[in-house]
Structure formats: C-alpha cells, structure tokens
T-cell receptor
Framework: NAGVTQTPKFQVLKTGQSMTLQCAQD?????MYWYRQDPGMGLRLIYYSASEGTTDKGEVPNGYNVSRLNKREFSLRLESAAPSQTSVYFCASSERQGKSYNEQFFGPGTRLTVL | GNSVTQMEGPVTLSEEAFLTINCTYT??????LFWYVQYPGEGLQLLLK?????DKGSNKGFEATYRKETTSFHLEKGSVQVSDSAVYFCALSGGRDDKIIFGKGTRLHILP
C-alpha cells in the first residue's frame, strides 16, 4: 500500500495564478483532510471531507476550494494564489472504528511558494 | 472548544538524556489523545496514542499516560538518541467528527 500520496512535491507560483494540489489514499478511508503548516503555527485545518460527496470548512478555508472526487481522491484548489498562501500543505485520511477515534495518516506534503 | 497546549521549543538535549515534553488539553467528554512525530522533510506519523483515562501509550521507547485528573498527556523517553531529533505534536480527537486538534509542535534537537 502506498498510503497517502500527494502531487506535486514542490511548486512555485506567481501571485494570481491558480493550481490544484492532488491527494489520493488507498486505505479505503472515509475521512480526508487538508492542512497547512506554517512556522510557529502548527497544523491548521483548511477543509475536510467526512465521506464521499461531502466537504466542510475547517479553521482557515478562505482562498481555497476542495473537491472530493471519489472515495480515494481529495483535491485542493487555489483559484488566485497570494503570497500569504506560501506554506507546506498536507493531506491526511482516517477511519473511525466504532467509538474509537483512529489516527490520521499523512502524505509527504507539498511545498508551495507564491511570489 | 477543544484545545491542546504543549511546551514551546526548541528543546536541546544531549544523547542519552531523559526527555519530557509537556502537553495539557481542554476537552468535553472523553477524547482520544495522540503524539505525532514529524522528521525533517516528511509528513506527520503517529508515535503513540491512548483512548481512555489511565491508558499508557508506548512506542520506540517513548511513553505517555492519559491523566484525566490533570488533563495531561506528557511525552517521556528515558534515553534519547540523535535519531529522535524531530518535531513532536500532541493532539486530541473526540468531537462528533473525526477531526483532530493539534498542538503547535515542539522541536527537539539531540546533540551527540
């Protein structure tokens, strides 16, 4: 199993450009997440999807859109990139078993720089 | 709402020293508690977890005990190695969804 995969690994954009970050998981998880990680800020949730066909805003959704294409794939789109969106982006997935809250599995991240 | 507070870093120790990274939480109900580790250039990976009060999670020589009376989940290791240098995140999960609340992370440097 590959776990959670993300593409691309690195990206440089100019202000105003758009791009889509791709994420896929092969663990048959229902829940998927997008985070951003900035120095001194820890991880902040951008959007999440509890199941195929549903998405919800997290802590910092402004400037982003998401698509849960199917159970495996969850993409993050920046319509008009801004320097404040320079960050490392992580995708994660998880599955709840009964009343137990299970761990999240993370991808390797995408390092995005907006000039 | 739910929250996690962990000690700020960086923490610098010599090899074979004893490690404690403090973590306290605020939550309603009975959350599950986690420690994640992030090695340089990588994503986060689960280090250990505990799902109910008095549970002890352990992995790779690290331990943490779920203390409901003090709302704490401190990470400990008896003898650290250079390879333990990483960023450590305390986290909790316990809401109606599967969201996890992360602390801000503690960077650990181990000197040979």
């Amino acid at each position: 199993n590959a776990g959670v995969t993300q593409t691309p690994k690195f990206q440089v954009l100019k202000t105003g450009q758009s791009m889509t970050l791709q994420c896929a998981q092969d663990m048959n998880h229902n829940s998927m997440y997008w985070y951003r990680q900035d120095p001194g800020m820890g991880l902040r949730l951008i959007y999440y999807s509890a199941s195929e066909g549903t998405t919800d805003k997290g802590e910092v959704p402004n400037g982003y859109n998401v698509s849960r294409l199917n159970k495996r794939e969850f993409s993050l789109r920046l319509e008009s990139a801004a320097p404040s969106q320079t960050s490392v982006y992580f995708c994660a997935s998880s599955e709840r078993q009964g009343k137990s809250y299970n761990e999240q599995f993370f991808g390797p991240g995408t390092r995005l720089t907006v000039l | 709402g739910n929250s996690v507070t962990q000690m700020e870093g960086p923490v610098t120790l010599s090899e074979e020293a004893f490690l404690t990274i403090n973590c306290t939480y605020t939550a309603t109900g009975y959350p599950s508690l986690f420690w994640y580790v992030q090695y340089p250039g990588e994503g986060l990976q689960l280090l250990l977890k505990a799902t109910k009060a008095d549970d002890k999670g352990s992995n790779k020589g690290f331990e943490a005990t779920y203390r409901k009376e003090t709302t704490s989940f401190h990470l400990e290791k008896g003898s650290v190695q250079v390879s333990d240098s990483a960023v450590y995140f305390c986290a909790l999960s316990g809401g109606r969804d599967d969201k996890i609340i992360f602390g801000k992370g503690t960077r650990l440097h181990i000197l040979p």
